[in-house]
């Protein structure tokens, strides 16, 4: 156990919808980091938070959105949902540092219909 | 920008062989660089990291990698490979906290 939480483990929705995924990171780490895996993109790098605010953009599509929040949970929200986005969303945190090595959820498996 | 490559998709060892997971990379700058381990329906379970220092790394679960910066290479291993490695491997390049994922390379060990 990792120590880092997500719920739902499990989503499915349809085309158009709407969903926010939670991830809580592991007690005391400030960075939170968030991952999309699919069979033919392999595992891509969405974008991280640092205490509340933006640290680094990867290939995060404009209709998705993250935020961190004063507890340091964090949310991903994923609009005008497409067959495409039907993936597995990780959650990371790490501490402080240099390079610091990341902690992974169990992640969320999200079905679009 | 940084980037890296797992130039095999699978690797297929017998129990008790070595076994390496190759991994290369592309970066500006000094790498710092990672490998995971991704058992079937988790997340990814850090290995080891290379920052800076001796080349030869070692992790957990008896695993160690070599860096090579000649070679710009980021090489796992370990020298006997049990049935319970089977997993999926991950090499990762972090450059200002930006990391970048390969492809992964699928291992199974055979008893």
């Known amino acids: 156990d990792s120590g880092v939480t997500q719920t739902p483990k499990h989503l499915i929705t349809a085309t158009g919808q709407r969903v926010t995924l939670r991830c809580s990171p592991r007690?005391?780490?400030?960075?939170v980091y968030w991952y999309q895996q699919s069979l033919d993109q392999g595992l891509q790098f969405l974008i991280q938070?640092?205490?509340?605010?933006?640290?680094a953009k990867g290939n995060i599509l404009e209709r998705f959105s993250a935020q961190q929040f004063p507890d340091l949970h964090s949310e991903l929200n994923l609009s005008s949902l497409e067959l495409g986005d039907s993936a597995l969303y990780f959650c990371?945190?790490?501490?402080?540092?240099?390079?610091?090595?990341?902690?992974f959820g169990p992640g969320t498996r999200l079905t679009v219909l | 920008a940084q980037s890296v490559a797992q130039p095999e998709d699978q690797v297929n060892v017998a129990e008790g062989n070595p076994l390496t997971v190759k991994c290369t990379y592309s970066v500006s700058g000094n790498p710092y660089l990672f490998w995971y381990v991704q058992y079937p329906n988790r997340g990814l379970q850090f290995l080891l990291k290379?920052?800076?220092?001796?080349?030869l790394v070692k992790g957990s679960y008896g695993f160690e990698a070599e860096f090579n910066k000649s070679q710009t290479s980021f090489h796992l291993k370990k020298p006997s490979a049990l049935v319970s490695d089977s997993a999926l491997y991950f090499c990762?390049?972090?450059?200002?906290?930006?990391?970048?994922f390969g492809a992964g390379t699928r291992l199974t060990v055979k008893p």
């Open positions: 290379y920052i800076t220092g001796d080349n």
């Open positions: 990762a390049v972090s450059v200002n906290n930006d990391m970048r």
């Open positions: 990371a945190s790490s501490p402080g540092g240099l390079a610091p090595e990341q902690f």
């Open positions: 007690s005391g780490d400030l960075s």
């Open positions: 938070y640092y205490n509340g605010e933006e640290r």
